[in-house]
């Protein structure tokens, strides 16, 4: 694994495994993956431990906000698998979006749009199971 500073080429944002697989309607990681490269238009994902890091441009860092998920300070250190390891048998971490290309990133938005997406069905499915 190498380790990138966040911040001058990208940084990164931290989703939560439960709000992701809720987003995905699915805890197969095949399936989440698919899922992810399909919101995020095909920007880059790292799997690790159970989290999800969307590399985003450095700029989400001045204004992204959400209690749920946070968004990687300027000179945070990222755990980035090699660019070979997609498979998600890796529980260090793998690509669960592979890099498409230079420079490549989610859009903010979008990983904005999924994680609000995630919250609302958690908390529907919280409201549910409380019934």
């Known amino acids: 694994m190498t380790f990138l500073r966040c911040g001058s080429l990208f940084t990164a944002i931290r ?15 095949a399936k989440v993956s698919t899922y992810l490269a399909e919101a995020l238009d095909g920007g880059p ?8 890091y969307a590399l985003v441009p450095p700029s989400a860092g001045v204004a992204w906000e959400h ?14 698998p090699p660019v070979t390891r997609t498979g998600c048998e890796d529980a260090l971490g793998y690509w ?8 490549r990133l989610c859009d903010t938005n979008a990983v904005l749009q999924l994680v609000q997406l995630g919250q609302r069905l958690l908390l529907e499915q919280e409201a549910s199971d409380g019934s």
Request: hydrophobic letters at 45%; proline letters at 13%.
């Open 15 to 29: 989703l939560p495994g439960d709000l992701v697989r809720a987003a995905a309607a699915s805890s197969d990681p």
């Open 45 to 52: 994902v790292i799997a690790s431990r159970g989290r999800y």
């Open 67 to 80: 209690p749920r998920a946070e968004c990687l300070a300027w000179g945070t250190w990222l755990g980035v």
């Open 96 to 103: 669960a979006v592979p890099v498409p290309g230079p420079g």
